[in-house]
């Protein structure tokens, strides 16, 4: 079974679900990037880790920058290179101009994998649980009123896919969550054909 094919099934399963809806719970006041990104490697690590093959976040050091996750198999010179984004559906401009970030994540650093998660959020029930905690995460200002956002997404990653023959979008995994607010993950996973 392939490492992209591994990482899909992953974010696929309940056990991930079970994950998400923990982080959700427990960190609903940061952006969750390296969370996520840290439960898939734990999960990788948990199912598909042996002595030859095991995922590692913040490496390896390329061009003075760390690779988000990456997948090393002691057999392989190369590592599998995987890059995360977490955003709001209001990032910049509703995700407008997201091609030149797709460009630089996927083929610019020479990845094999580039997963973008989309966080949506019931923003009357996000500011009702801030206020009943007495804290001002000012997330909501990043939530899109509109559904803008995936529309410019498609279109983005299909203008991507159109100069990127080698490259394919997976089909976009979205999970639900309802604690502490009602919250829905959307994964967009792009990776180089098999």
């Known amino acids: 079974m392939s490492v992209s094919h591994q990482i899909y099934e992953i974010i696929n399963s309940a056990d991930f679900k079970k994950q998400l809806e923990k982080i959700n719970r427990n960190y609903p006041n940061l952006k969750q990037e390296n969370i996520i990104r840290n439960a898939i490697l734990e999960q990788f690590n948990d199912f598909y880790a042996n002595e030859n093959v095991r995922a590692f976040a913040e490496h390896p050091r390329m061009n003075n920058t760390r690779v988000d996750l990456s997948i090393v ?3 392989l010179p190369d590592p599998y290179k995987i890059e995360c984004k977490h955003h709001y559906s209001n990032h910049d401009k ?3 101009n997201y091609g030149k970030r797709i460009q630089k994540e996927f083929n610019d650093r020479g990845s094999d994998m580039f997963i973008l ?7 009357s029930a ?6 009943s905690w007495d804290i001002s995460t000012n997330i909501s ?30 089909e976009v995994v979205t999970i639900d969550v309802t604690i502490p607010y009602p919250s829905i993950y959307h994964f967009y996973i792009l990776k180089r054909k098999d």
């Open 126 to 131: 996000k500011q009702k649980f801030d206020d």
């Open 117 to 123: 998660i989309v966080q949506t959020f019931d923003s």
């Open 94 to 96: 509703c995700f407008a």
């Open 141 to 170: 200002k990043y939530q899109s009123k509109v559904e803008d956002w995936k529309t410019n997404l498609k279109t983005c990653f299909n203008n991507f896919l159109n100069i990127s023959s080698t490259s394919e979008l997976l």
């Open 73 to 75: 198999n002691r057999g």
